[in-house]
Protein backbone atom coordinates (compact mmCIF):
# COMPACT_ATOMS: atom_id res chain seq x y z
CA UNK A 1 0.00 0.00 0.00
CA UNK A 2 1.14 3.14 -0.69
CA UNK A 3 1.49 4.94 2.27
CA UNK A 4 -0.16 9.14 2.63
CA UNK A 5 2.54 10.47 4.49
CA UNK A 6 6.38 9.80 3.25
CA UNK A 7 7.32 7.99 6.74
CA UNK A 8 10.53 6.43 7.15
CA UNK A 9 12.03 5.52 10.06
CA UNK A 10 14.40 8.45 10.53
CA UNK A 11 11.39 11.07 10.47
CA UNK A 12 9.68 8.63 13.24
CA UNK A 13 12.71 9.16 15.26
CA UNK A 14 13.66 4.69 15.45
CA UNK A 15 17.34 4.13 16.36
CA UNK A 16 18.24 0.25 15.10
CA UNK A 17 15.31 -2.17 16.28
CA UNK A 18 14.51 -0.18 19.21
CA UNK A 19 10.67 -0.62 18.15
CA UNK A 20 9.39 -0.87 22.10
CA UNK A 21 6.31 -2.98 20.65
CA UNK A 22 8.09 -5.02 18.39
CA UNK A 23 8.00 -7.93 19.64
CA UNK A 24 3.64 -7.71 20.68
CA UNK A 25 3.53 -6.20 17.14
CA UNK A 26 4.98 -10.01 15.98
CA UNK A 27 2.71 -12.08 18.05
CA UNK A 28 -0.95 -10.12 17.79
CA UNK A 29 -1.49 -11.49 14.26
CA UNK A 30 -1.75 -15.20 15.72
CA UNK A 31 -3.92 -14.03 19.31
CA UNK A 32 -6.42 -12.07 16.61
CA UNK A 33 -6.47 -15.12 14.71
CA UNK A 34 -8.01 -17.27 17.74
CA UNK A 35 -9.71 -14.35 18.92
CA UNK A 36 -11.39 -14.09 15.55
CA UNK A 37 -12.66 -17.60 15.69
CA UNK A 38 -13.25 -17.30 19.16
CA UNK A 39 -16.12 -14.43 18.81
CA UNK A 40 -17.34 -15.81 15.48
CA UNK A 41 -20.96 -16.55 16.65
CA UNK A 42 -21.47 -13.42 18.29
CA UNK A 43 -19.77 -11.79 15.34
CA UNK A 44 -22.45 -13.38 12.80
CA UNK A 45 -25.39 -13.01 15.18
CA UNK A 46 -24.79 -8.97 15.50
CA UNK A 47 -24.02 -9.07 11.72
CA UNK A 48 -27.18 -10.60 10.88
CA UNK A 49 -29.34 -8.52 13.30
CA UNK A 50 -27.78 -5.61 11.49
CA UNK A 51 -28.38 -6.28 8.44
CA UNK A 52 -32.06 -7.30 9.34
CA UNK A 53 -32.94 -4.20 11.08
CA UNK A 54 -31.31 -1.62 8.77
CA UNK A 55 -32.23 -3.50 5.80
CA UNK A 56 -28.61 -2.35 4.60
CA UNK A 57 -25.10 -4.12 4.81
CA UNK A 58 -24.00 -5.13 7.99
CA UNK A 59 -20.69 -3.73 7.65
CA UNK A 60 -19.27 -0.20 6.66
CA UNK A 61 -15.55 0.39 5.51
CA UNK A 62 -14.12 4.02 6.24
CA UNK A 63 -10.64 5.25 5.28
CA UNK A 64 -8.36 6.26 7.85
CA UNK A 65 -4.81 7.00 8.07
CA UNK A 66 -2.64 3.91 9.47
CA UNK A 67 0.43 2.97 10.67
CA UNK A 68 2.83 4.82 8.84
CA UNK A 69 0.81 6.83 7.02
CA UNK A 70 -0.68 3.37 4.83
CA UNK A 71 -4.14 3.93 3.90
CA UNK A 72 -6.48 1.38 6.47
CA UNK A 73 -10.13 0.76 5.39
CA UNK A 74 -11.42 -0.21 8.82
CA UNK A 75 -14.42 -1.93 9.06
CA UNK A 76 -16.83 -1.34 11.77
CA UNK A 77 -20.57 -2.56 12.03
CA UNK A 78 -23.37 -0.34 10.95
CA UNK A 79 -25.23 1.32 14.04
CA UNK A 80 -26.36 4.87 12.43
CA UNK A 81 -29.17 4.79 9.45
CA UNK A 82 -31.49 7.62 8.45
CA UNK A 83 -35.03 6.43 6.91
CA UNK A 84 -34.34 8.33 4.14
CA UNK A 85 -31.41 6.84 2.94
CA UNK A 86 -31.64 4.55 -0.02
CA UNK A 87 -31.19 1.38 -0.01
CA UNK A 88 -28.33 -0.47 -0.36
CA UNK A 89 -27.87 -3.04 -2.85
CA UNK A 90 -27.19 -6.69 -1.27
CA UNK A 91 -23.76 -5.82 -0.38
CA UNK A 92 -21.56 -7.24 2.68
CA UNK A 93 -19.83 -3.42 3.02
CA UNK A 94 -20.38 -0.34 2.21
CA UNK A 95 -18.20 1.81 1.79
CA UNK A 96 -18.25 5.34 3.33
CA UNK A 97 -17.07 8.82 2.67
CA UNK A 98 -14.33 10.43 4.24
CA UNK A 99 -14.91 13.21 6.53
CA UNK A 100 -14.13 14.51 9.70
CA UNK A 101 -16.17 12.86 12.69
CA UNK A 102 -18.29 15.24 14.96
CA UNK A 103 -17.49 14.57 18.60
CA UNK A 104 -20.24 12.16 19.36
CA UNK A 105 -23.71 12.85 21.17
CA UNK A 106 -26.03 10.69 23.39
CA UNK A 107 -29.14 9.78 21.89
CA UNK A 108 -27.97 10.35 17.90
CA UNK A 109 -31.00 10.84 16.07
CA UNK A 110 -29.08 8.22 13.08
CA UNK A 111 -28.88 5.48 15.73
CA UNK A 112 -32.71 4.46 15.18
CA UNK A 113 -32.53 1.06 17.19
CA UNK A 114 -32.03 -0.16 20.80
CA UNK A 115 -29.43 -2.85 19.26
CA UNK A 116 -27.42 -0.42 17.49
CA UNK A 117 -27.51 1.64 21.01
CA UNK A 118 -26.20 -1.97 22.70
CA UNK A 119 -23.74 -2.64 20.36
CA UNK A 120 -22.21 1.06 20.77
CA UNK A 121 -22.31 1.15 24.18
CA UNK A 122 -20.76 -2.28 24.74
CA UNK A 123 -18.31 -1.70 21.63
CA UNK A 124 -19.73 -4.93 19.68
CA UNK A 125 -19.63 -2.32 16.28
CA UNK A 126 -16.14 -2.63 16.90
CA UNK A 127 -15.40 -6.52 16.69
CA UNK A 128 -14.67 -6.49 12.96
CA UNK A 129 -11.45 -4.78 13.39
CA UNK A 130 -9.83 -7.75 14.86
CA UNK A 131 -9.57 -8.66 11.27
CA UNK A 132 -6.99 -5.63 10.82
CA UNK A 133 -4.98 -6.94 14.01
CA UNK A 134 -4.72 -10.50 12.29
CA UNK A 135 -3.43 -8.93 8.90
CA UNK A 136 -1.26 -6.71 10.96
CA UNK A 137 -2.98 -3.35 10.05
CA UNK A 138 -4.17 -2.68 13.47
CA UNK A 139 -2.91 -3.67 17.40
CA UNK A 140 -5.29 -4.25 20.32
CA UNK A 141 -3.78 -1.10 21.74
CA UNK A 142 -2.72 2.31 20.27
CA UNK A 143 -4.00 5.45 19.08
CA UNK A 144 -7.33 5.44 17.56
CA UNK A 145 -7.74 5.13 13.56
CA UNK A 146 -8.15 8.53 12.00
CA UNK A 147 -9.05 10.19 9.52
CA UNK A 148 -7.05 12.32 6.89
CA UNK A 149 -9.77 15.36 7.78
CA UNK A 150 -8.68 14.75 11.61
CA UNK A 151 -4.81 14.56 10.47
CA UNK A 152 -5.00 18.33 8.96
CA UNK A 153 -7.53 19.72 11.29
CA UNK A 154 -6.38 18.68 14.67
CA UNK A 155 -2.98 16.56 14.68
CA UNK A 156 -0.89 18.74 12.26
CA UNK A 157 2.80 18.64 14.05
CA UNK A 158 1.85 15.30 15.67
CA UNK A 159 1.09 13.43 12.81
CA UNK A 160 3.92 11.70 12.66
CA UNK A 161 3.88 10.89 16.21
CA UNK A 162 0.76 9.25 16.37
CA UNK A 163 1.38 7.20 12.99
CA UNK A 164 4.30 5.95 14.72
CA UNK A 165 2.90 3.17 16.42
CA UNK A 166 -0.10 0.61 14.58
CA UNK A 167 -3.66 2.00 15.34
CA UNK A 168 -5.60 0.42 17.84
CA UNK A 169 -9.01 -1.02 18.82
CA UNK A 170 -8.51 0.53 22.28
CA UNK A 171 -6.08 3.12 23.45
CA UNK A 172 -5.21 5.81 26.37
CA UNK A 173 -8.89 8.12 25.35
CA UNK A 174 -11.18 4.73 25.63
CA UNK A 175 -9.90 4.17 29.25
CA UNK A 176 -10.52 8.02 30.55
CA UNK A 177 -13.10 9.01 28.90
CA UNK A 178 -14.41 7.69 25.48
CA UNK A 179 -17.19 9.42 24.18
CA UNK A 180 -16.79 12.20 26.71
CA UNK A 181 -13.50 13.27 25.23
CA UNK A 182 -13.37 16.41 22.79
CA UNK A 183 -11.15 15.70 20.27
CA UNK A 184 -8.19 17.78 21.10
CA UNK A 185 -7.86 15.75 24.54
CA UNK A 186 -7.90 13.13 22.22
CA UNK A 187 -4.89 13.98 20.70
CA UNK A 188 -3.12 14.44 23.44
CA UNK A 189 -4.16 11.11 25.03
CA UNK A 190 -2.77 9.96 21.63
CA UNK A 191 0.59 11.73 21.49
CA UNK A 192 0.97 10.68 25.24
CA UNK A 193 0.59 7.04 24.40
CA UNK A 194 2.78 7.32 21.12
CA UNK A 195 5.58 8.95 23.40
CA UNK A 196 5.59 6.62 25.79
CA UNK A 197 4.78 3.48 24.30
CA UNK A 198 6.06 0.53 26.38
CA UNK A 199 4.58 -3.33 27.07
CA UNK A 200 4.14 -1.96 30.69
CA UNK A 201 1.63 0.37 28.82
CA UNK A 202 -0.04 -1.98 26.23
CA UNK A 203 -1.14 -4.51 29.23
CA UNK A 204 -1.97 -1.96 31.55
CA UNK A 205 -4.15 -0.13 28.84
CA UNK A 206 -5.74 -3.63 27.56
CA UNK A 207 -6.78 -4.86 31.14
CA UNK A 208 -8.36 -1.12 32.30
CA UNK A 209 -9.85 -1.67 28.89
CA UNK A 210 -12.19 -5.00 29.91
CA UNK A 211 -13.94 -3.45 32.42
CA UNK A 212 -14.63 -0.72 30.26
CA UNK A 213 -16.35 -2.48 27.81
CA UNK A 214 -18.17 -4.65 29.83
CA UNK A 215 -19.78 -1.90 31.76
CA UNK A 216 -20.21 0.24 28.65
CA UNK A 217 -19.12 3.10 30.74
CA UNK A 218 -18.41 6.38 28.63
CA UNK A 219 -19.83 4.90 25.15
CA UNK A 220 -22.60 6.51 23.03
Known amino acids: MTPVFPIDNATLGY ?5 PLGWIYRVEPIVASFALVATLPVTLAVGITIALLSRRSPLIRHTRVGWRGAPLGMLKF ?3 WNSD ?4 RALLIEDVADAVPHSKVKRDPRVRSRFAALCRRYSLD ?3 QIYHVARGEMSFVGPRPITRGELDTYYGPYTFEVLSLRPGITGLWQILGRSRLNHLRRRRLDVLLARRA ?3 LYFRILLRSIPKVLGGHDAY
Not at 15 to 19: L, P, Q, V, Y
Not at 85 to 88: L, N, Y
Request: aromatic share 0%; proline share 17%; net charge positive.
Open 78 to 80: RTM
Open 198 to 200: SPH
Open 126 to 128: ELP
Open 85 to 88: MPRA
Open 15 to 19: RGTGD
